[in-house]
Structure formats: structure tokens, C-alpha cells
């Protein structure tokens, strides 16, 4: 049976444009996604989710107003500028140099997208031919892959091994030919919490300007670091020039169905971005993006308030899932946890994810969909700490019966 519009009872010509099909074949490998599946599942079933990554309590009151303020001053309701409002570009470019001691100038070098996904869709479409090849760290997130793909480009998995997730350096240079254009980082690393090293990224660095790659980096979970610290690769020696670093105010102040994310890089690089972006969304956001202005400018006793309670809630869900008998990889950062259910006696973890909900009403996400090859995550399972305190203890609660 041939895909296509539905012909009402008509034959179609024959070598009609319906005999072929209709989804773009790059994307031919790419359905639903596993986060739109699995919360599907635990609507249906009426579980907890904690497969998809989405806090279940708004962002500070303060921020909510400066958006209604927003509002009803008219600020935004109309196309705002292509690059991003001027308040938030320059509260972007303030809140580089006041973290990570990093000038770009709000007007050439910060670029305002719909999130950090088409951030990253922008920035691989822009910077990458047919053919190009990509290195990312895998597990990755589902997006990379997919926007690897519409581009035309060839990804190359690095692949990051339990029980610590480091990447291997060495592994990383005999990867790198000819054809490698991009590096693909993910620091603050989902699903697996690995935070990269001043080290790693120093020789990933080294790498990069030795072979003259380029570097796009995915730092969105950059003030959820609960050991160590995040680094911008961008802060080294010749980096700043070949990377465009990409972050997003939804993971840091909890308002992520506002979609307000940015680029920060060297003008030329950000200049390509937006030559893609433009052609996306074009723009969105408005009154949300005068918001996140103000939000960023919140003094440092935010954010580090912020970090420690999701610390504390990462440290009563990982103390759950060890006693339901899973073995839990605990995470530098992010608000995931990966586990194995080995010890459970699975080794299928999509099976056990699509099982879940009915055996103790939770949902979470097979980390197999992250990986390439699906057999070197097999087993890992990732939940979300992303919640309130009582629905963790009610998930820890219900996860007790699976031992």
C-alpha cells in the first residue's frame, strides 16, 4: 500500500506524486517522540511522569509579572526585532560576562531563537553541507540527531559509558577525517549528567582548533550543576572565534513553555544563525522576552537557591530508585537521573518504560532512543527530579513495588 492523501475510492494515476512518500526521507527515521509518547502514556494510565523533563510548579512570581507588565504595556505584542529585543540581548550579553567573565556585544553577537531547540536546528542548518560530518557525545538528545539529519550531514557518535560517562579523548581524535565540520557538545550533558572538565574540555579544545572545527554547545542546563562547575568552552584559547554556544531560560527559571532561548558567539557565526533562524520562527516570544530580561538580572541568591533544591530533590529520588533496586548513575548536573535495570533482571528498557505505568503508575524514558546503537543503552533508564517534593515521594512511593 502506497503512502500518500487518501485517493476517496479513485485509483491514483499511475506515477502519481502519492506513490511516493510523503515525509522528507531524512527524516524517515523520526516519529513521535519518545518525551510526546510517554507522557501520552502517563496521561492515559493516570502515573506520575517523570520521563519528560518539565517542572510541575511555576517560576518566580516577579518574572510572571515583568511578562503580564509586559503585556499590557504593549511590549512585544507586535513582531519584535528579528535578533531578539535590544533588553534581552544586552541582558544576555551581561549575563555572560557576570557568570563566566565572557563580552559579546548585544548587538552583533547574541542572537534571541524560540528555545534551544531551534537554537540548535538554526545553527546545524546554517553551518553544515551535505555530507558534513558531526561528532556528538552519545546518549544525545532526540533533536540533534533529527537536525543533523535535515541538513544532510553524517553523524558520528562518541559514546559516553557507564558508570562514569566520561568521554574518551583519544577515541574522540581517531573519529575526526576530513570531513568533520562540527563538534557537538551537550555540557551540562542530558541524559547522562556528566559535566565536562576544565581537562576534557581543554583537549577537546585542542582537537578543535588543531583540525579547525567548529564547536556548537548546548548549555542549557549551565546553573544546574550540582558537582564541579559549568565552563563555557568558549572562554579557551581559540575558541572563541569557531564556537557558538547555545542556552535557554526554560530549564533555569521554569517558565519552559515560553520558549525563550539564545545564541552567543563570534559575529560572523552568529550572523549565519540567524540567516537560517530567520526562515524558522522568524520571531516569537515578545512580552515573554522582556520578561526573561529581568529574570536574568536576579541576583546570585536565585540561582544557587535554585541549584540546591533541585540537589536535594536529586538526592530523595536517586535514595528511591536504589531501594526499588535499580542501579543509579548519579548525576554532576541537569535534573535527569540514568538508571539500570539490570538489577531488576530487565535488560529491555523500552519495554520496561512502556510497562511502567501499569506495574507502579510512573513514567520515564528508555535512554536507548539516545543512542545510535540502541544495545549501549539497552538497559539505562532516565526519570526526571524536576518535580515537587510530594509528588517524588508519592513516585518513590510507588517505584518500592517494583522490588
Known amino acids: ?61 516577579e518574572i510572571r509579572e515583568a511578562a503580564v507588565r509586559a503585556l499590557r504595556a504593549g511590549h512585544g505584542n507586535q513582531y519584535p526585532p528579528g535578533p531578539g529585543v535590544p533588553e534581552l540581548r544586552a541582558a544576555v550579553a551581561a549575563h555572560q560576562e557576570r557568570f563566566y567573565g565572557l563580552a559579546w556585544s548585544p548587538d552583533t553577537e547574541v542572537l534571541v531563537t524560540t528555545g534551544a531547540t531551534e537554537a ?31 541538513a544532510g ?16 579523548l583519544d577515541e574522540l581524535r581517531s573519529l575526526i577525517t576530513p570531513r568533520t565540520r562540527l563538534l557537538l557538545l551537550n555540557t551540562p550533558h542530558n541524559p547522562t549528567g556528566t559535566v565536562l572538565t576544565p581537562a576534557e574540555l581543554e583537549g577537546i579544545a585542542a582537537l578543535a582548533v588543531e583540525h579547525d572545527l567548529l564547536v556548537v554547545t548546548d548549555e542549557v542546563y549551565e546553573h544546574l550543576v550540582f558537582t564541579g562547575a559549568h565552563h563555557p568552552i568558549a572562554a579557551l584559547p581559540g575558541m572563541r572565534e569557531r564556537t557558538v554556544s547555545i542556552s535557554s531560560s526554560g530549564k533555569t527559571f521554569s517558565y519552559t513553555g515560553w520558549k525563550v532561548g539564545w545564541v552567543t558567539g563570534d559575529a560572523a557565526l552568529v550572523t549565519a544563525v540567524r540567516a537560517a533562524k530567520q526562515y524558522l520562527t522568524f520571531v516569537s516570544g515578545g512580552p515573554f522576552q522582556y520578561a526573561i530580561a529581568e529574570a536574568l538580572a536576579l541576583p546570585d541568591a536565585f540561582f544557587t537557591g535554585f541549584r540546591a533544591d533541585l540537589h536535594r530533590k536529586r538526592d530523595l529520588l536517586a535514595g528511591g530508585l536504589r531501594a526499588a533496586g535499580l542501579q543509579v548513575y548519579e548525576p554532576e548536573g541537569t535534573y535527569f537521573i540514568t538508571t539500570d535495570i539490570a538489577p531488576l533482571g530487565e535488560t529491555d528498557a523500552y519495554a520496561f518504560c512502556r510497562a511502567l505505568p501499569e506495574r507502579c503508575g510512573v513514567a520515564a524514558v528508555p535512554n536507548s532512543v539516545f543512542y545510535d546503537d ?30
Open 1 to 61: 500500500m502506497t503512502q500518500g492523501r487518501p485517493t476517496h475510492g479513485r485509483p491514483a494515476p499511475e506515477g502519481a506524486a502519492t506513490e511516493r512518500p510523503l515525509l522528507n526521507r531524512r527524516l524517515a527515521a523520526f516519529g513521535t517522540t519518545i518525551f510526546a509518547e510517554m507522557s501520552a502514556l502517563a496521561a492515559r494510565t493516570g502515573s506520575i511522569n517523570l520521563g519528560q523533563g518539565f517542572p510541575d510548579t511555576d517560576g518566580p512570581e
Open 153 to 168: 550531514a553524517k553523524r558520528v557518535p562518541l559514546t559516553l559509558r557507564a558508570p562514569d560517562f566520561r568521554p574518551d
Open 120 to 150: 540548535i536546528a538554526a545553527s546545524l542548518l546554517a553551518l553544515l553541507e551535505p555530507d558534513d560530518e558531526v561528532i556528538a557525545f552519545e546518549p544525545y538528545y532526540d533533536s540533534y540527531a533529527a537536525c543533523v539529519a535535515l
Open 374 to 403: 540502541p544495545e549501549a543503552g539497552r538497559s539505562q533508564v532516565r526519570f526526571t527530579f524536576c518535580k515537587r517534593d510530594e509528588v517524588l515521594q508519592e513516585a518513590v512511593e510507588r517505584l518500592a513495588r517494583l522490588g
